[in-house]
């Protein structure tokens, strides 16, 4: 009932979470493995460790057999990965030293770094062995750079090589990179059994930057890389020590990186995945404390449901995440809520849908730089909540108010976002279609069909393929 194709224990463990979550303390005092507190390493870790007497078969086993494409078949979209790692989160993991539209010339990187640590021509040559008049060629780009130039300057300047090399022109080699590369996780992991603040920091910041990136890679390239941090954050959880602050952020971290595996597995398709992933996530929420994240972790799977099954359900599920997420910023609510006006919109329930998107605008106007927000709400915009409107009038039979709502919002959005412009652009072709603007209808989703040809997300094809049906039928 929760899910198209779910088991009856699915929809038990469905059920049973949102109870737990809504009706149950938070001090562990219940026993389960849902509530328990961090006290390594004895103890039961909020994500199903050792010590919580599970006979459960690993998370991962079932997921990895519906999981799609391998990491060799995801190299398919390396070309966005590659224009992304360099613009957007860089190749580059050594000191920023400024380097702007130098970007693109090797020689000017050098000079550079050089520059950033006030070290002169003639000092460096000292320090290389290379004479004054070549190192100055090389940054002028009179002279080719070759390996042994790169780590000279990086000896000399104490400089890590790869922040003195201009972006590689293979992607492949980008996306290789990015796919074989150890997870934060592991990395520290294998450091030592004991984990800190480093840990910690560091996947927050992971999880930053993997969540920007689905903004531009599609669910079935994204779902190998986001699982596999997942299932070595749920490993270290369970298997390192530490101390209960810093298993607080590592269960907070699970959380987020749940929802996003839930929410790219879900764009990719892997609906059970998607579930399974929410619920593992909201189980970590859980025993970090942190009610919001919890919160958000339900609201999504509530989507999902609006999509693929049943909307009673889902605004059930929608309206049960606002109320648990007590004390949930203005943005937040906002988005929590605009998951109760879609669900609402999709049972046909004309009245629910308008107070919620009512409830959506008061929560969003509530906000303040005073107040700060989760990250995971940095998308969140009066676009987005217009298009999220739009979404809903069409859903309710008012096309020619939504198509205005969604016109504007799709003009002014990033064209480098070429998945959300896609999609609100299937909207927006229902609206006209169902309004009777036919060559508006066509003309709208055939550029939606041209997008969804470069991006891999089971969640366009599926708009696009039924609005296309739509236009068939006349």
């Known amino acids: 009932m929760l899910e198209v194709g779910a088991t009856p224990q699915h929809r038990a463990d469905s059920v049973s979470a949102v109870h737990r979550w809504t009706s149950g303390p938070l001090d562990g005092s219940r026993g389960g ?36 494409p391998t990491p060799s078949q995801a190299l398919s979209s390396s070309l966005v990965l590659y224009r992304l790692t360099q613009n957007r989160f860089g190749v580059h993991k050594g000191p920023q030293i400024g380097f702007g539209d130098a970007m693109d010339s090797p020689g000017a990187l050098l000079r550079l770094a050089r520059e950033s640590q006030r070290v002169s021509l003639a000092v460096l040559a000292g320090q290389t062995h290379y004479s004054k008049s070549l190192l100055g060629m090389l940054e002028n780009g009179q002279r080719d ?56 920091t560091d996947l927050e910041n992971r999880v930053i930057e993997l969540r920007h990136l689905d903004d531009h890679v599609g669910g079935k390239d994204l779902l190998p890389l986001v699982d596999r941090e997942f299932e ?23 959380g987020e990186l749940a929802q996003l595996v839930g929410w790219v597995a879900s764009d990719a398709g892997r609906y059970t995945q998607a579930q399974r992933a929410y619920l593992d996530g909201h189980k970590a929420a859980t025993a970090a404390g942190n009610r919001v994240l919890a919160g958000q972790l339900l609201s999504s799977l509530a989507y999902q449901i609006s999509n693929i099954g049943d909307p009673a359900d889902a605004a059930l599920l929608a309206k049960t995440a606002v109320t648990g997420a007590r004390d949930a910023t203005p ?3 906002a988005l929590l809520t605009e998951r109760v006006a879609w669900a609402s919109a999709r049972s046909r329930d004309r009245d629910g849908t308008m107070r919620a ?118």
Request: charged share 25%; glycine share 8%; proline share 5%.
């Open 33 to 68: 493995s849902l509530f328990g507190i961090c006290r390594p390493p004895c103890v039961d870790y909020g994500l199903g460790g050792p010590a919580s007497g599970s006979t459960k078969e690993a998370p991962g086993a079932e997921a990895h057999a519906d999981l799609g």
């Open 357 to 474: 998107l009512d409830a959506v605008d008061d929560a969003y106007e509530r906000r303040s730089a005073d107040i700060e927000e989760a990250e995971w709400v940095y998308w969140l915009n009066r676009s987005e909540i217009n298009v999220m409107a739009g979404r809903c009038l069409v859903e309710l039979g008012q096309p020619g108010l939504a198509s205005p709502l969604l016109l504007e919002a799709i003009e002014g959005y990033p064209q480098e976002h070429a998945r959300e412009v896609a999609l609100y652009q299937t909207w927006l072709a229902e609206s006209y279609l169902r309004n009777r603007e036919f060559d508006a209808a066509e003309a709208t989703i055939a550029a939606a069909r041209k997008a969804a040809d470069a991006v891999h997300s089971a969640r366009l094809d599926r708009r696009v393929g039924e609005i296309g049906l739509l236009l068939a039928g006349g």
């Open 331 to 333: 943005v937040v609510e």
């Open 232 to 254: 070595d954050v749920r490993k270290a959880i369970k298997e390192c020590s530490y101390t209960d602050e810093i298993g607080r952020r590592l269960r907070t971290s699970a």
């Open 145 to 200: 750079i070759r390996a042994e130039h790169i780590t000279a300057y990086s000896r000399a300047l104490n400089i890590p090589v790869d922040a003195l090399m201009a972006p590689p022109d293979d992607p492949i080699r980008i996306a290789h990179e990015w796919l074989v590369a150890d997870s934060v996780a592991t990395t520290h992991s294998a450091a030592g059994r004991r984990v800190g603040n480093d840990l910690a």
